[in-house]
Structure formats: C-alpha cells, structure tokens
C-alpha cells in the first residue's frame, strides 16, 4: 500500500487519480487530497488504433483513413486484502462478528475508485442535476492522460474471498507523456556544462 500520491520509497510508484474543473488544469479536489489505489494496478494497457473504413468495390477494396480512433486506457486490479487490525484477513459480510470486511482500508479504496467511475468527473447540485463537467486525471511514471470512465467491472468469487478483482476502460481525450532518450544526451551536451551536473540522467522530452 502507498501512504500517499508521492510516495514512492520502495522505487515503485502509485498510479493516481484526479478530478480536473472545466479548464483541464485545476484540480476540484482539495490540495494534497488525490486517490490512490490501495495496490496499484496488475496490468496498465494503453490501445491505439487508426479509423480505417474498408469499402468493397467491383475493382476490389477502397480502404478510407479517418486518422487516429480514441485511444483507450484498461486497467486489471484488485483491491488488496480486506485486512482488519488483530484479526487480520476478513471475508466476513456481517458486522455482528466485531466487524467485517467493509470496515478495512482497501474496502474504503474500493468504494472511492467506485464513486469516481460514477461521478466521471461531473459535480451534482443537492438534486442531482449536473452543475459543473470536469475531466478525471490518470498519472502514471511519466505519462498523464485525461479522459472519462466508460466500464467498470467488479468480480467476486469464492477462491478470493478476501479481495475483488477489478477491471476498468477508460477513454483517453488527451495524452502527455515525457520520453527519456539518451540520444538525446549525446545531441545536446555542451562543453560549458559541469562535469558531474546531472550525469547519467538524459534530459525528458515532452509529447502530446
């Protein structure tokens, strides 16, 4: 488990998630306040594919090209074991034995993934009639893609009955990702630069 957004001690950093207003650049959520899963991720896939239109003629196929199709974000996760203090895993559904598994961190993580797919990015008034259409945020290593939830699945089953399995698509609006190269050490180093000033890290280079 992570303790929070920046937490990365153990070299393996959380995959965080975010809730930007209309102008895709601020935050709704409260400073140091984001969602992290309580493990990250087994799996991170990220799709892309081209709009191609194929047409069947007397000469043979006429293939039209619409350019590149949205690019979609799956993720393969689990919750974590439901693990309750000096009692230790929890498969328990019943609060009438000192608590169950509804009374653990990783269950609370679950329900805030959970209300995030539900509310895709959007805030309610006390009616429930949309007041404000946000964009949810994905960070990961050096890539951030914005975009909104289109599935989510949860499975439970008998063999883990101490964690659920979750699966999610999200639909990418748009990407930043920062490349590193170390090509492009060897293009941009120059002979005033210090001897030992950043050795051994490449410089990023940033792409949308």
């Known amino acids: 488990m992570f303790a929070s957004p920046t937490d ?7 995959v965080v998630f975010d809730v930007l207003g209309p102008d895709w650049e601020t935050s709704l959520l409260p400073e140091d306040y984001r969602l992290v899963l309580h493990a990250n991720p087994q799996s991170l896939k990220v799709k892309y594919s081209k709009n191609v ?6 000469g043979g196929f006429v293939e039209q090209h619409w350019g590149d199709a949205p690019t979609n974000l799956d993720l393969e996760a689990v919750t974590g074991g439901f693990m309750r203090l000096y009692s230790g895993l929890s498969n328990i559904t019943s609060t009438k034995y000192g608590g169950g598994r509804r009374e653990t961190i990783a269950y609370d993580k679950y329900l ?10 959007s805030v309610f008034d006390a ?5 404000l259409q946000g964009i949810i945020k994905v960070t990961f290593d050096e890539g951030v893609w914005l975009g909104w939830f289109q599935t989510f699945t949860v499975t439970e089953s008998a063999d883990k009955s101490y964690m659920f399995d979750m699966s999610a698509s999200f639909t990418v609006h748009k990407e930043i990702v920062t490349w590193r190269s170390t090509l492009s050490t060897a293009n941009s180093a120059t002979d005033s630069a210090p001897a030992n000033a950043n050795a051994g890290t490449p410089p990023l280079l940033d792409g949308t």
């Open 127 to 131: 009616r429930g009639n949309i007041v």
């Open 53 to 58: 239109t194929r047409i069947q003629t007397r």
């Open 112 to 121: 805030d993934l959970l209300a995030l797919f539900q509310n895709n990015g």
């Open 8 to 14: 990365s001690t153990r070299g393996i950093r959380p």
